[in-house]
């Protein structure tokens, strides 16, 4: 069965330093992969969509890199800031538009 | 852009009364709306996907006569739960996706059945 796995329920990091977010998944050819961030109470918001065939991509602080070989996502944030801390969902996303999302990392990031 | 508003953000009701719940896409065209609900500390729980048009398709075990989804513009998705009761409190999140890849989310609905 398909299984998505982030790494660690929770990931305390430094102000200024860099977060690194994984997701694993086994047994699914995603077509595309999505990350979002939540906080307490509220929806996902969208952050990155990557393509099967794109190794990386960035938005400002993000970065994003999608190996279909490892089957394995990286989310990076460079020069967190306390802002940053939220829940970071990773999401599977087929030909359909249809999600299967992992259970989340929880970022805490210290002042 | 991308932008999916949900209205109302906090329902509370009285056991046995519908809800309504609306998800509106802002920007774009949404031939594709989910509805999710998601427990405390839990992972989102797909419950039904509709387009346009056509009838919700609803995932195992989500009762289709509890949950009513309307989705009849390309705007425009409802999800009534009729009946409701205090099992049915949860957090409520509807998502859009348009012809381009990828789901874009509301902001979700607080229900709290008494």
Not at chain 1, 17 to 30: G, R
Not at chain 2, 13 to 32: H, N, P, Y
Not at chain 2, 59 to 71: A, P
Request: charged share 20%.
């Amino acid at each position: 069965s398909q299984k998505i796995e982030q790494n660690s329920e929770a990931l305390n990091i430094q102000e200024g330093k860099t977060a690194t977010l994984t997701c694993n998944y086994t047994n699914y050819s995603p077509a595309y992969l999505q990350w979002y961030r939540q906080d307490p109470g509220r929806g996902p918001v969208f952050l990155l969509l990557i393509r099967e065939n794109e190794k990386e991509k960035r938005k400002e602080r993000l970065k994003v890199t999608f190996d279909t070989t490892l089957k394995q996502s990286l989310f990076h944030i460079t020069a967190s800031q306390p802002a940053d801390s939220a829940t970071y969902l990773c999401a599977l996303l087929n030909a359909g538009n249809m999600l299967t999302f992992g259970g989340g990392t929880r970022l805490m990031v210290k002042p | 852009g991308a932008v999916v508003s949900q209205h109302p953000s906090r329902v509370i009701c009285k056991s046995g009364t519908s809800v309504k719940i609306e998800c509106r896409s802002l920007d774009f065209q949404a031939t594709t709306m989910f509805w999710y609900r998601q427990f405390p500390k839990q992972s989102l729980m797909l419950m039904a996907t509709s387009n346009e048009g056509s009838k919700a398709t609803y995932e195992q075990g989500v009762e289709k006569d509890k949950f009513l989804i309307n989705h009849a513009s390309l705007t425009l998705s409802t999800l009534t739960v009729t009946s409701a009761h205090p099992e049915d409190s949860s957090f409520y999140i509807c998502s859009a996706s348009g012809r381009a890849p990828g789901q874009f989310f509301g902001p979700g609905t607080r229900l709290t059945v008494l």
